[in-house]
């Protein structure tokens, strides 16, 4: 497990801080103490850890003042710190815990006792990681993971390089609202090795950073463990638009239309990208609506081809995959024309057919009709069409 190093190393500075107008005030600096017992606290979240600590002493005599906390934080090896000033006693923020967490807190003092000015404590600070165990190379690779449609969670992982062969990982999950961290309920397996995580349904799971490690174990060697956060939103990948289909209104405007992809996305969460062929210029465009009018570059083009594909925006995310490209969706000038021109020619053809036919048969009944009153046989008969 992890362990906490805890190191203060400004001591207690001398704390003068004494009622205001004693004859030590004018003459002497005022002074606090940094915050005491600062410590940074994994509650075994998987990158969410608490950052803690105590009042200074000695701050009984600054009740005129008032005491703040300015914390510094980071992943060891990264650019910047975050600062949040606080009067509060703890704060909570989640961390790389592939890396280690370094951290700093001071005590600000402001008020009649400091006659006005700011007074800053020595720096209290703190580190923690956790016990870096096996070799890096025993690490999962490619870790992968997809939230399909915002709905189905998929990760997938390859096993570390050169692992002994009894070597397998497991996964573990957390986010804001689970009670502590589980471990992956239906694995993707390879010959018995784990390689990917079906997740079962998450309960409000986006919008949030979900915390994920794959530790692995063997009785030859021991496993790197790695560790991942991202938030759901911000991985989705969409299903393809479908039902396709190109208007041409005139020779000049089209309209292409499509449906937006089935499932819990709002309709407002989407961008489309459309790959729209006219003869053999191609041509992409996104737009954020589900259809798009578009001007043909000749009123001579026989064939328009589109197809779209649909990704999360700006609006409902930071980020997010493609979906696959829908199915193409075309409109061939020339077929349609030759089409329409078969329709035309069948339809006179039939239609002198039928008229020849009915012509014929009423000649027919009248000629029957004078058979019969000449003769007054009864000729069975058939009916007629008309
Ligand atoms: C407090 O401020 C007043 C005027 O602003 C100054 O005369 C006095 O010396 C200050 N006292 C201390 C302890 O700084
Ligand atoms: C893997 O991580 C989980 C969650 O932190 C922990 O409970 C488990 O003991 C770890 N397994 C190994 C082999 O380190
Ligand atoms: C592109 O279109 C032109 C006519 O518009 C045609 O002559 C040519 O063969 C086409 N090229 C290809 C690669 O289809
Ligand atoms: C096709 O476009 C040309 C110019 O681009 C125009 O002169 C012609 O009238 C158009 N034909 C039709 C049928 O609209």
Same mark, same amino acid.
Request: glycine share 4%; aromatic share 16%; hydrophobic share 35%.
């Given at each position: 497990?992890?362990?906490?190093?805890?190191?203060?190393?400004?001591?207690?500075? =001398?704390?003068?801080?004494?009622?205001?107008?004693?004859?030590?005030?004018?003459?002497?600096?005022?002074?606090?103490?940094?915050?005491?017992?600062?410590?940074?606290?994994?509650?075994?979240?998987? $990158?969410?850890?608490?950052?803690?600590?105590?009042?200074? &002493?000695?701050?009984?005599?600054?009740?005129?003042?008032?005491?703040?906390?300015?914390?510094?934080?980071?992943?060891?090896?990264?650019?910047?710190?975050?600062?949040? =000033?606080?009067?509060? &006693?703890?704060?909570?923020?989640?961390?790389?815990?592939?890396?280690?967490?370094?951290?700093?807190?001071?005590? %600000?003092?402001?008020?009649?006792?400091? @006659?006005?000015?700011?007074?800053?404590?020595?720096?209290?600070?703190?580190?923690?990681?956790?016990?870096?165990?096996?070799?890096?190379?025993?690490?999962?690779?490619?870790?992968?993971?997809? +939230?399909?449609?915002?709905?189905?969670?998929?990760?997938?992982?390859?096993?570390?390089?050169?692992?002994?062969?009894?070597?397998?990982?497991?996964?573990?999950?957390?986010?804001?609202?689970?009670?502590?961290?589980?471990?992956?309920?239906? +694995?993707?397996?390879? @010959? $018995?090795?784990?390689?990917?995580?079906?997740?079962? +349904?998450?309960?409000?799971?986006?919008?949030?950073?979900?915390?994920?490690?794959?530790?692995?174990?063997?009785?030859?060697?021991?496993?790197?463990?790695?560790?991942?956060?991202?938030?759901?939103?911000?991985?989705?990948?969409?299903?393809?638009?479908?039902?396709?289909?190109?208007?041409?209104?005139?020779?000049?405007?089209?309209?292409?239309?499509?449906?937006?992809?089935?499932?819990?996305?709002?309709?407002?969460?989407?961008?489309?990208?459309?790959?729209?062929?006219?003869? @053999?210029?191609?041509?992409?465009?996104?737009?954020?609506? @589900?259809? =798009?009018?578009?001007?043909?570059?000749?009123?001579?083009?026989?064939? &328009?081809?589109?197809?779209?594909?649909?990704?999360?925006?700006?609006?409902?995310?930071?980020?997010?995959?493609?979906?696959?490209?829908?199915?193409?969706?075309?409109?061939?000038? $020339?077929?349609?024309?030759?089409?329409?021109?078969?329709?035309?020619?069948?339809?006179?053809?039939?239609?002198?057919?039928?008229?020849?036919?009915?012509? %014929?048969?009423?000649?027919?009944?009248?000629?029957?009709?004078?058979?019969?009153?000449?003769?007054?046989?009864?000729?069975?008969?058939?009916?007629?069409?008309?």
């Amino acid at each position: 497990m992890a362990f906490i190093r805890l190191d203060i190393r400004c001591l207690y500075a =001398i704390l003068i801080c004494t009622a205001f107008g004693s004859p030590l005030s004018s003459t002497t600096e005022i002074k606090v103490n940094p915050p005491q017992d600062f410590e940074i606290v994994d509650p075994g979240y998987l $990158g969410y850890l608490y950052l803690q600590w105590q009042p200074p &002493l000695f701050l009984d005599n600054c009740k005129e003042c008032t005491v703040e906390y300015e914390l510094k934080y980071r992943n060891i090896d990264s650019e910047n710190w975050k600062t949040i =000033i606080t009067k509060n &006693l703890h704060y909570k923020d989640g961390f790389d815990l592939n890396k280690g967490v370094e951290a700093k807190i001071h005590t %600000l003092l402001q008020g009649q006792c400091t @006659n006005g000015s700011e007074v800053q404590s020595l720096w209290s600070e703190a580190t923690y990681w956790t016990s870096p165990q096996g070799n890096l190379e025993t690490k999962v690779r490619g870790m992968n993971c997809i +939230y399909y449609n915002w709905q189905y969670l998929l990760c997938s992982w390859k096993l570390g390089m050169g692992v002994h062969f009894d070597t397998n990982y497991n996964l573990f999950y957390w986010y804001e609202g689970l009670a502590h961290a589980l471990q992956c309920a239906d +694995y993707i397996k390879v @010959n $018995g090795k784990n390689i990917g995580c079906r997740f079962l +349904y998450l309960e409000s799971p986006d919008y949030k950073d979900f915390y994920i490690c794959v530790n692995g174990s063997s009785k030859s060697q021991l496993i790197r463990p790695s560790y991942f956060i991202f938030q759901l939103q911000n991985i989705v990948k969409p299903l393809p638009p479908d039902y396709l289909s190109i208007t041409v209104k005139n020779s000049e405007e089209i309209n292409l239309e499509w449906n937006i992809p089935k499932g819990p996305i709002p309709a407002k969460c989407f961008i489309y990208e459309i790959k729209f062929t006219e003869d @053999n210029t191609t041509w992409v465009t996104t737009t954020f609506e @589900n259809e =798009i009018y578009v001007t043909r570059k000749s009123n001579k083009s026989q064939q &328009l081809c589109f197809l779209v594909r649909s990704r999360m925006n700006i609006y409902c995310s930071d980020d997010g995959i493609w979906s696959e490209w829908s199915d193409i969706q075309c409109w061939r000038g $020339g077929i349609q024309k030759e089409i329409l021109f078969f329709l035309i020619t069948f339809s006179f053809v039939l239609f002198f057919v039928l008229l020849i036919t009915c012509l %014929l048969m009423m000649k027919q009944k009248a000629l029957l009709k004078m058979v019969f009153h000449t003769k007054k046989e009864v000729f069975s008969h058939q009916e007629t069409l008309c």
